[in-house]
Structures are given as structure tokens and as C-alpha cells.
T-cell receptor
Framework: DSGVTQTPKHLITATGQRVTLRCSPRSGDLSVYWYQQSLDQGLQFLIQYYNGEERAKGNILERFSAQQFPDLHSELNLSSLELGDSALYFC???????????FGSGTRLTVV | GENVEQHPSTLSVQEGDSAVIKCTYSDSASNYFPWYKQELGKRPQLIIDIRSNVGEKKDQRIAVTLNKTAKHFSLHITETQPEDSAVYFC???????????????FGKGTHLIIQP
């Protein structure tokens, strides 16, 4: 157990739907990062939050959004889902940007 | 933005031999270079990292070297064992004071196969 908790582990949904992925960082970690892993695109950085504030944005689609709550857990919202959104979504956390990231076990999203 | 190239995409070595995976990066502002190991169906796990003020770092059978001038860094695994079989990812990031950072930019990964 890495200490980073992601729920759910698996999610199957239809095109056009909206889902929410949840991440609880390790105790004491202030930074949360979201990554998408697909076979053809590898690990793609989506977005980072630090202590409740958005700090950096990567290749995140406009249909996707995220937030970090006062208790530091984070949610990634994916809407108007397309078949190509099927992927593993990882959350990672770190104490701050000067320390290595610890990844959660991921949420496998399948859009049918 | 940052671009990280990783080679080779697949590497097969005999058990006990050494394995070397190479990465290049494009952004001279990048100053943090971690390596992750990912076994099938599992999460990426940090195995070693290096910062731009260091040229080499070693941890038992694993070492990483960094050449800032050439913008490349490499992972060296010696005395390979079957449990080293996995996909290895290099990454680069610009970490700055105050807790912020650009997100890690990952290479495409190297599938390391250890032949018995």
C-alpha cells in the first residue's frame, strides 16, 4: 500500500456520461498530481494541485476538470466521455515539489 | 514545454548482465529526473531520482547518471535478476522553490526483459 488511495478501482460507463475519480494523498503530502496512462500515449500529466490551489496544467482536455478540497483529497471530473478516454488514471502525491511522487493504484476507466 | 525521449523501447538481457536505458530532455530548466518501475497492472514506483546539481547517484544495483550539457540521463542496472523485468519510465520536471513544479514529463517507457 503506497498510502495514496484512489477510488473506484474500475469504472465502466457509456459515451457521453460524466464520472468522478477520487484521490486521497498520503498523510502530510500537500501536492496532488493527476496522470492519464493509455497504451498509445504513455503517462500524460493532466494537472497538479498544491494545498488546495491549482499549480500546473498539462494536457488536460476542457471536458476534464479537477479540484483539491480543504482536507487535501482531490477529485478528477471527466465529462462528455468518449471511447478514447478509456485509460488508467493515476493520482500521485508528494510533500512538495522537491520530493519524489508516490502513485496510487489507479482507476481503470472503460468507456463503451 | 518539455519533451522526453527514451530508448530503447524494448531491452532484452541475460540474467546477470547489465542493462542501460537512456533518456534525453529538451527543456534546460528541468532540474529533477526520476525513474519509475511499473510492473504489469500496477502503479509506477519510484526507484531512483537525481537532481541537476548531481552528476551521478547509486543505490545498490541501480545507478543514474546525468549530463546537463548534453541534456541526457541514463539508468544503469547491474547484475540483473528476473524480478527486474518490468517497464521503466524516465521523467523530467522543473521543480522550484515554494512547493510548485511543472508536472513530470515521462518518456514512453522501456520494456526490460530479463532472460533466464
Amino acid at each position: 500500500d503506497s498510502g495514496v488511495t484512489q477510488t473506484p478501482k474500475h469504472l465502466i460507463t457509456a459515451t457521453g456520461q460524466r464520472v468522478t475519480l477520487r484521490c486521497s494523498p498520503r498523510s502530510g503530502d500537500l501536492s496532488v498530481y493527476w496522470y492519464q496512462q493509455s497504451l498509445d500515449q504513455g503517462l500524460q500529466f493532466l494537472i497538479q494541485y498544491y494545498n488546495g490551489e491549482e499549480r500546473a496544467k498539462g494536457n488536460i482536455l476542457e471536458r476534464f476538470s479537477a479540484q483539491q478540497f480543504p482536507d487535501l483529497h482531490s477529485e478528477l471530473n471527466l465529462s462528455s466521455l468518449e471511447l478514447g478516454d478509456s485509460a488508467l488514471y493515476f493520482c500521485a502525491s508528494s510533500v512538495d515539489a522537491n520530493y519524489g511522487y508516490t502513485f496510487g493504484s489507479g482507476t481503470r476507466l472503460t468507456v463503451v | 514545454g518539455e519533451n522526453v525521449e527514451q530508448h530503447p523501447s524494448t531491452l532484452s538481457v541475460q540474467e546477470g548482465d547489465s542493462a542501460v536505458i537512456k533518456c534525453t530532455y529538451s527543456d534546460s530548466a528541468s532540474n529533477y529526473f526520476p525513474w519509475y518501475k511499473q510492473e504489469l497492472g500496477k502503479r509506477p514506483q519510484l526507484i531512483i531520482d537525481i537532481r541537476s546539481n548531481v552528476g551521478e547517484k547509486k543505490d545498490q544495483r541501480i545507478a543514474v547518471t546525468l549530463n546537463k550539457t548534453a541534456k541526457h540521463f541514463s539508468l544503469h542496472i547491474t547484475e540483473t535478476q528476473p524480478e527486474d523485468s518490468a517497464v521503466y519510465f524516465c521523467a523530467a520536471s522543473n521543480m522550484y522553490s515554494g512547493g510548485g513544479a511543472d508536472g513530470l514529463t515521462f518518456g514512453k517507457g522501456t520494456h526490460l526483459i530479463i532472460q533466464p
